[in-house]
């Protein structure tokens, strides 16, 4: 099933926002109302989807510039959902809390949703469709959700708003601990990163084929949408090789990725917009920090400038 037919939305291209920049992150610092115009300004030439990742104070300022100045875009509206069990399996040691830690989290994950489902409500003309999380229930995340409880969030969504909802996750989840969620998700969304399991560029895509094939030919029934896809540029050995990443293996990959999904008709939100400093490690290589197509100053990378050849300032 195309994904057209359930998202009611023309094809377009499609990329992953998150607006933090240096000495920004999560909880605060947010970026300001004119960084997040800039930013919008800028990808408003090339893309018309932009993910959102949660309902945070740095979501409704990003909703407030596109109604406010009139722009072209519009929003898959995300909501970051905390630990709701420990996953004591998480190889890099987090995703463990106190028993006062997970039943916070159960309560604000509840208020999160309802306020994903007033900010569908709010601008129901620029949010085009929902997610009830984001990678929370992989084997190896470090805020594990149950699938019982993201199927009661999918619910809830379904019920008090009219746009249609998902729930974002690497594609290996779909193929057997996701099989409940299959039938409450309006589109299924996966994530596909090769290069994060050590597969050289010349692989890059067909591996990434083969992940979205794999799931959509079990569910036919479902559109199946590409919601994180990218290739960083610089790594620290720290499960990605040095070697098997840089802006010409980046431009590569992304070219290949948008003109596959373009020839098929699969809407892909590329990972991601810009460089975000806050993630990962103080290394300054930790790989999470450089799956931009932008730095973090909004200077565009290789693969971004023959698009943009008169730099951002």
């Given amino acids: 099933m195309k994904y057209t037919q359930v998202l009611n939305i023309p094809p377009g291209p499609a990329i992953c926002y998150s607006g933090f920049r240096d000495g920004q992150k999560p909880g605060g610092p947010y970026p300001t109302y004119e960084q997040v115009k800039e930013d919008l300004l800028i990808l408003s030439n090339n893309w018309k989807y932009l993910r959102l990742y949660d309902c945070d104070p740095h979501a409704e300022t990003v909703l407030e510039v596109i109604k406010n100045e009139g722009l072209d875009l519009k929003v898959m509206q995300g909501v970051y959902i905390n630990a709701e069990m420990n996953n004591f399996g998480c190889p890099w040691g987090g995703g463990v809390f106190s028993e006062e830690e997970l039943d916070f989290n159960k309560s604000r994950n509840e208020l999160m949703i309802q306020k994903l489902i007033n900010l569908a409500n709010q601008y129901s003309d620029i949010i085009c469709c929902t997610s009830a999380g984001n990678e ?128 098929d008709d699969v809407l892909c939100f590329v990972f991601e917009a810009f460089d975000e400093p806050w993630k990962g490690s103080s290394d300054v290589f930790e790989p999470e920090k450089h799956w931009g197509l932008f730095y973090e100053n909004r200077q565009p990378k290789l693969v971004m400038q023959d698009l943009y050849s008169q730099k951002t300032e």
């Fill in 136 to 263: 929370a229930c992989v084997d190896w995340t470090d805020h594990y959700v149950p699938v019982e409880r993201v199927i009661e969030f999918v619910k809830n969504i379904k019920a008090n708003s009219k746009q249609p909802v998902t729930f974002c996750e690497n594609y290996v989840p779909w193929y057997n601990k996701l099989k409940p969620l299959v039938e409450v998700v309006d589109f299924i969304s996966i994530h596909t990163y090769p290069v994060w399991e050590h597969k050289h560029i010349h692989e890059g895509l067909e591996y990434t084929k083969q992940n979205y094939y794999s799931v959509a030919r079990m569910y036919p029934h479902k559109p199946v949408v590409i919601t994180e896809a990218g290739w960083a540029t610089n790594a620290n050995g720290m499960g990605i090789h040095p070697n098997n990443v840089s802006e010409e293996l980046q431009a590569i990959y992304y070219n290949d990725l948008v003109n596959w999904c373009r020839e």
